[in-house]
């Protein structure tokens, strides 16, 4: 920012202003959080008598005040004078008028709109999102244990069993939305699958009962070596 500030005021002198002869003018300033304060030195001296060879000196501060922004960048801040004038109003006074120029950066505030500039989808980890679901799954498993009370009949079993299910389904609902929310937007898939491996299943069964092919499976999991119980990820363009 670039900005010209003016300032104008009339010293008072104790005699008479018959000649100004030298005048100059100083400045010193301090940046702080949304202002500049500083001072302004005019000194000089003058004659009082037309005909006198004798001299006097004066020396006036003005102290001043700039207000500005509070993202001002103090480091590069100058302020420089760039214009002195006076005139003698009256036998015992002038006025002096001043200009300072003002120099600064200023820090841009980033107002950036989320729907504009969305978040980096993040890379998936087939592996990472099959460990979360464990993770999510056995401590709601460990949180339905702490809360159990032995049964004493087949009514109290046949509730355990009932919170045992609806724990479960919530598992896989859970499992089901942890698939939407970490693939890429990119992914052409509309439809994602957890399949738990049984006993006697491989990879052949498992893309025939599902329509896919080993390669598909190959690029959301680990199908080096599987075994029974393990998770995976079957991805597909159907919206069942």
Request: proline letters at 4%; charged letters at 35%.
């Amino acid at each position: 920012m670039k900005s010209v500030i003016p300032f104008s005021k009339e010293l008072e002198f104790s005699t008479k202003i018959q000649e100004i002869t030298s005048i100059s003018l100083e400045r010193e300033f301090e940046v702080k959080d949304l202002s500049i304060e500083g001072n302004l030195f005019v000194t000089g001296e003058y004659k009082s008598h037309e005909v006198s060879a004798n001299v006097l000196p004066f020396s006036y501060k003005i102290p001043f005040t700039i207000e500005v922004p509070e993202n001002l960048v103090k480091e590069s801040v100058s302020l420089e004078i760039s214009d002195f004038a006076y005139d003698i109003e009256e036998e015992k006074r002038i006025k002096v008028n001043i200009e300072l120029e003002l120099n600064a950066e200023v820090e841009e505030k980033e107002k950036i709109k989320e729907e504009e500039n969305p978040k980096p989808e993040m890379e998936v980890d087939p592996d990472e999102i099959i460990r979360m679901m464990e993770s999510s799954t056995e401590e709601k498993q460990e949180e339905i244990e702490e809360e159990q009370i032995e049964p004493e009949s087949t009514q109290e079993e046949q509730k355990l069993e009932e919170v045992n299910e609806k724990v479960e389904e919530e598992n896989r609902a859970e499992e089901e939305e942890m698939i939407l929310q970490t693939v890429t937007t990119e992914d052409e898939y509309k439809t994602y699958h957890i399949h738990i491996i049984k006993d006697g299943e491989n990879i052949e069964t498992i893309c025939t009962m599902y329509g896919s092919n080993a390669s598909l499976l190959a690029e959301y999991n680990d199908v080096s070596n599987i075994i029974p119980g393990e998770k995976l990820i079957i991805p597909s363009n159907d919206e069942s």
